[in-house]
């Protein structure tokens, strides 16, 4: 039975202010996860290096600055998940992979960095899809990431491992990336909050590449103001990473309890065919909610995404490593959804090129106009996924046979196309229990506008609220031998 009592249950609003008022410490917070950690990962897989000794140690350490009356902010003495594409330090970054798995980073990634420096205590590597380059997180070279509400099932990709572990209360808050919905997908599989900010906003150097002109990094928590918080930290320019924009950050922690009641919502037909049943139902009725507390909703049409990407920029990274160990690696998992459009998967004309790049370019500066402006909306919502979590055999099979999947048509990576500001949250449960997640994305660096009406519905509503029920006696299910063939589970951490 949870206890809300108990400082593993807190959100990570709830552990900074007992932190900061001296019921507990950092060290007891860090231990109470590094616990949880021990008795469940072995069901979920949603780490692939933990920090014991560092983040205890990290943890004592900032007790003795709070003790001396030095408080960082509100990220001080607060254990913390890293995706494990995301550079830390002297600690290995594998992004999944058999490739990376001795590679121990001299640097903090400015993300990490910036982490640190706001007294976050970093617990752990998070397990991910294989270079980043899946939705699943069913191909690791460390196992399958697993869903906490079915073990059988998918977490979600590729920041699978971080929405699990938010999920199962690991840690108060991870950090993800996202190129196609990596942060999104499994947040809303997992019935956790994700956050992408407008392209550009949040550092990605020193986090392992996918597509540059895609790759985002950003908050997944329990609820809207913890991410918030998370973004707080980490939104900022960075002189050092060509995608970064030097644009003033706003107050996202003060923006959280804004009115709503002005805001128009869009409403946009191509991101709901084809629903599941169970998903359309939750969606609708999250959309009443919606409704209710702003201005209401209106259809709208959203450009076309049609020729826009950047394909081949994942294959100069690849080149760095060593083209053949990396295409040989991903290619033994079935193709796993790498390349799957992310750009991790070949090269392509320069001429072919410049022209998905240059489209990518002005969808992007046109959005705002011929959206938000020309059709009198601020926010737009829809279904973050078009269905719920799907069988782990099932995927890895598939993988093992080259099959491809045939999904139905994404709802996220249009988002990252246009570079919008989006949020997945919690909107209900499938029949089967599996989680539903409804998006809500602004206008270009206003991050500020979507918090405020995601966290309006949260206080409207308590599906982020609920947690699975599993148990530490849980068994794992047993893979096929085709389906464990497609990941590295046999292999030690």
């Given at each position: 039975?949870?206890?809300?009592?108990?400082?593993?249950?807190?959100?990570?609003?709830?552990?900074?202010?007992?932190?900061?008022?001296?019921?507990?410490?950092?060290?007891?917070?860090?231990?109470?996860?590094?616990?949880?950690?021990?008795?469940?990962?072995?069901?979920?897989?949603?780490?692939?290096?933990?920090?014991?000794?560092?983040?205890?140690?990290?943890?004592r350490?900032?007790?003795?600055?709070?003790?001396?009356?030095?408080?960082?902010?509100?990220?001080?003495?607060?254990?913390?998940?890293?995706?494990?594409?995301?550079?830390?330090?002297?600690?290995?970054?594998?992004?999944?992979?058999?490739?990376?798995a001795?590679?121990?980073?001299?640097?903090?990634?400015?993300?990490?960095?910036?982490?640190?420096?706001?007294?976050?205590?970093?617990?752990?590597?998070?397990?991910?899809?294989?270079?980043a380059?899946?939705?699943t997180?069913?191909?690791?070279?460390?196992?399958?990431?697993?869903?906490?509400?079915?073990?059988?099932?998918?977490?979600?990709?590729?920041?699978?491992?971080?929405a699990?572990?938010?999920?199962?209360?690991?840690?108060?808050?991870?950090?993800?990336?996202?190129?196609?919905?990596?942060?999104?997908?499994?947040?809303?599989?997992?019935?956790?909050?994700?956050?992408?900010a407008?392209?550009?906003?949040?550092?990605?150097?020193?986090?392992?590449?996918?597509?540059?002109?895609?790759?985002?990094?950003?908050?997944?928590?329990?609820?809207?103001?913890?991410?918030?918080?998370?973004?707080?930290?980490?939104?900022?320019?960075?002189?050092?990473?060509?995608?970064?924009?030097?644009?003033?950050?706003?107050?996202?922690?003060?923006a959280?309890?804004?009115?709503?009641?002005?805001?128009?919502?869009?409403?946009?037909?191509?991101f709901?065919?084809?629903?599941?049943?169970?998903?359309?139902?939750?969606?609708?009725?999250?959309?009443?909610?919606?409704?209710?507390?702003?201005?209401?909703?209106?259809?709208?049409?959203?450009?076309?995404?049609?020729?826009?990407?950047?394909?081949?920029?994942?294959?100069?990274?690849?080149?760095?490593?060593?083209?053949?160990?990396?295409?040989?690696?991903?290619?033994?998992?079935?193709?796993?959804?790498?390349?799957?459009?992310?750009?991790?998967?070949?090269?392509?004309?320069?001429?072919?090129?410049?022209?998905?790049?240059?489209?990518?370019?002005?969808?992007?500066?046109?959005?705002?106009?011929?959206?938000?402006?020309?059709?009198?909306?601020?926010?737009?919502?829809?279904?973050?996924?078009?269905?719920?979590?799907?069988?782990?055999?099932?995927?890895?099979?598939?993988?093992?046979?080259?099959?491809?999947?045939?999904?139905?048509?994404?709802?996220?990576?249009?988002?990252?196309?246009?570079?919008?500001?989006?949020?997945?949250?919690?909107?209900?449960?499938?029949?089967?229990?599996?989680?539903?997640?409804?998006?809500?994305?602004?206008a270009?660096?206003?991050?500020?506008?979507?918090?405020?009406?995601?966290?309006?519905?949260?206080?409207?509503?308590?599906?982020?609220?609920?947690?699975?029920?599993?148990?530490?006696?849980?068994?794992?299910?047993?893979?096929?031998?085709?389906?464990?063939?497609?990941?590295?589970?046999?292999?030690?951490r």
């Amino acid at each position: 039975m949870q206890n809300p009592g108990d400082p593993i249950y807190w959100t990570l609003k709830q552990a900074s202010e007992n932190l900061r008022a001296r019921k507990i410490t950092s060290e007891e917070l860090t231990k109470a996860c590094l616990d949880r950690i021990s008795t469940f990962n072995p069901k979920i897989d949603a780490w692939i290096t933990v920090m014991r000794e560092q983040s205890l140690a990290q943890a004592r350490a900032l007790d003795k600055e709070l003790a001396a009356d030095h408080w960082r902010g509100p990220l001080h003495g607060i254990p913390i998940g890293l995706k494990d594409n995301i550079d830390s330090e002297g600690v290995r970054t594998t992004a999944g992979s058999k490739t990376l798995a001795g590679n121990i980073p001299k640097a903090d990634a400015e993300v990490t960095r910036r982490l640190r420096a706001a007294g976050a205590v970093i617990v752990g590597k998070a397990n991910m899809h294989i270079f980043a380059s899946g939705a699943t997180s069913a191909v690791s070279y460390y196992g399958p990431v697993r869903n906490p509400w079915n073990l059988e099932m998918i977490a979600g990709g590729s920041s699978g491992g971080s929405a699990a572990a938010v999920a199962m209360d690991h840690c108060y808050a991870a950090l993800g990336t996202d190129t196609g919905g990596s942060i999104r997908t499994p947040s809303a599989m997992c019935g956790v909050t994700g956050f992408k900010a407008t392209y550009g906003r949040v550092s990605i150097r020193g986090i392992v590449p996918l597509t540059w002109s895609l790759d985002h990094c950003g908050p997944i928590a329990r609820t809207v103001e913890d991410t918030a918080t998370m973004l707080q930290i980490i939104a900022g320019y960075d002189r050092l990473d060509l995608q970064s924009v030097d644009y003033s950050v706003p107050d996202y922690i003060g923006a959280i309890g804004a009115p709503v009641a002005q805001f128009r919502l869009g409403v946009s037909p191509q991101f709901y065919d084809g629903l599941d049943p169970g998903v359309a139902d939750a969606v609708e009725a999250a959309t009443a909610v919606l409704v209710k507390m702003t201005k209401g909703a209106k259809e709208i049409e959203m450009p076309s995404i049609l020729g826009t990407g950047a394909n081949s920029e994942g294959g100069v990274y690849r080149e760095e490593l060593g083209n053949g160990f990396v295409r040989a690696e991903t290619e033994s998992a079935g193709g796993g959804g790498v390349g799957g459009g992310g750009g991790f998967g070949g090269s392509s004309r320069a001429v072919d090129y410049i022209k998905e790049w240059r489209a990518l370019r002005l969808v992007r500066r046109t959005v705002d106009i011929e959206v938000f402006r020309k059709q009198e909306v601020d926010l737009i919502v829809t279904p973050t996924i078009r269905e719920v979590a799907w069988s782990i055999e099932d995927e890895l099979t598939r993988a093992a046979n080259a099959r491809a999947r045939n999904p139905k048509p994404g709802n996220t990576r249009a988002l990252d196309d246009y570079g919008l500001p989006t949020i997945t949250v919690p909107c209900g449960f499938s029949k089967s229990g599996m989680p539903i997640g409804l998006q809500i994305s602004g206008a270009n660096w206003r991050e500020q506008d979507v918090l405020a009406l995601a966290h309006a519905y949260q206080k409207a509503t308590d599906w982020h609220t609920r947690r699975p029920t599993l148990t530490a006696d849980a068994k794992v299910p047993t893979l096929s031998k085709a389906a464990a063939g497609q990941t590295g589970e046999a292999v030690g951490r």
